[in-house]
């Protein structure tokens, strides 16, 4: 009877000890598991593009009035310009009205709602053009929606502050045109996936100025098919998880020439430049977009190791 009572008694010791040891090593592979999420990076690559778009459309409309050459497909079918009425051009408030059935562009993007551009703050009656150092306009929305998701534009204001000479001389020689971008914009996502903030003041830099078959001078619209733009600075809000988060973008580099997707032709990845993405008190996401390469391809390293991810 003792012996039976001795055997349970280590039995027992075994058991616990072995559970304990269990616990231990799951509680350590638990802490040792990577940190993989990137949804919340995905969010705000959305928010860059969603932006950027609102950018592109206002630099063409300001230079022209119209949308015929925005994301058009490369074969001269127009596909954005007959569903988007412009109308205002010439005036202080010019707007994109895309409608209300959903109308597409060559990106596949579905746009619904309307875009303001106010012209009022340019400096003079000359400097209402994109590319004339001077310009300035302020952008707000109307039920604006692309691909289910709804953007509310509390404030985007974008000003040229390429200056008017250096040294006496025009700076139109040798000297990139560049932008200063101040947004305040939100997303409620589609399908019920949370809302998004998102909050940047950045620099854009027209890097190929010096290029004449992208920039034609101050009395021409530029060719932003042929453009490469560099865009650097900071970015804040909260994510979809309600995490409050800070992006640092060094140095990103847009090539409109480069279309490496078949399937959506004028969409133009970032091909080289950083973004650091700190989400709460996670560790940093940092993207890298790569040297230069016309490609999808770019990596994300979390607490020291690297993911290699296919941009959308």
């Known amino acids: 009877?003792?012996?039976?009572?001795?055997?349970?008694?280590?039995?027992?010791?075994?058991?616990?000890?072995?559970?304990?040891?269990?616990?231990c090593r799951k509680r350590e592979k638990q802490e040792e598991e990577p940190d993989q999420e990137t949804s919340t990076a995905s969010d705000n690559a959305n928010m860059e593009n969603i932006s950027s778009d609102m950018d592109a459309m206002g630099g063409e409309v300001a230079e022209n009035g119209t949308l015929s050459q925005y994301r058009s497909d490369g074969?001269?079918?127009?596909?954005?310009?007959?569903?988007?009425?412009?109308?205002?051009?010439?005036?202080?408030?010019?707007?994109v009205d895309f409608g209300t059935t959903g109308c597409t562009g060559a990106d596949n993007r579905i746009r619904t709602g309307k875009i303001f551009y106010d012209?009022?703050?340019?400096?003079?009656?000359?400097?209402?053009?994109?590319?004339?150092?001077?310009?300035?306009?302020?952008?707000?929305?109307?039920?604006?929606?692309?691909?289910?998701?709804a953007v509310t534009i509390t404030n985007k204001t974008i000003q040229n502050t390429t200056p008017l000479s250096v040294g006496g001389q025009t700076v139109f020689t040798g000297t990139n045109l560049t932008w200063n971008i101040t947004a305040n914009i939100s997303i409620a996502k589609a399908n019920n996936g949370g809302?998004?903030?998102?909050?940047?003041?950045r620099t854009k830099e027209l890097i190929n100025t010096n290029d004449v078959?992208?920039?034609?001078?101050?009395?021409?619209?530029?060719?932003?098919?042929?453009?490469?733009?560099?865009?650097?600075?900071?970015?804040?809000?909260?994510?979809?998880?309600?995490?409050?988060?800070?992006?640092?973008?060094?140095d990103l580099i847009r090539d409109f020439t480069c279309t490496p997707s078949a399937n959506y032709p004028?969409?133009?990845?970032?091909?080289?430049?950083?973004?650091?993405?700190?989400p709460g008190t996670r560790p940093t996401r940092h993207v890298d977009y790569g040297n230069g390469g016309c490609d999808l391809n770019a990596t994300v390293t979390v607490n020291g190791v690297t993911y290699a991810i296919t941009l959308p």
Request: hydrophobic share 35%.
């Open 195 to 201: 809302t998004v903030t998102w909050t940047c003041n």
């Open 266 to 278: 004028k969409r133009h990845p970032f091909i080289s430049g950083t973004l650091d993405y700190k």
């Open 119 to 149: 012209l009022s703050q340019c400096t003079s009656s000359a400097t209402t053009y994109y590319r004339n150092p001077g310009f300035k306009v302020i952008i707000t929305s109307q039920n604006y929606v692309v691909d289910g998701n």
């Open 75 to 95: 074969t001269n079918v127009l596909s954005i310009a007959p569903c988007a009425t412009v109308t205002g051009f010439g005036t202080s408030t010019i707007t």
């Open 213 to 250: 078959a992208c920039y034609h001078g101050q009395t021409l619209p530029i060719t932003w098919s042929m453009a490469k733009v560099k865009i650097k600075g900071t970015a804040s809000g909260v994510n979809s998880k309600g995490e409050q988060y800070t992006v640092t973008a060094t």
């Open 1 to 23: 009877m003792k012996a039976n009572k001795l055997f349970f008694g280590i039995t027992t010791l075994v058991l616990a000890g072995s559970l304990i040891f269990t616990s």
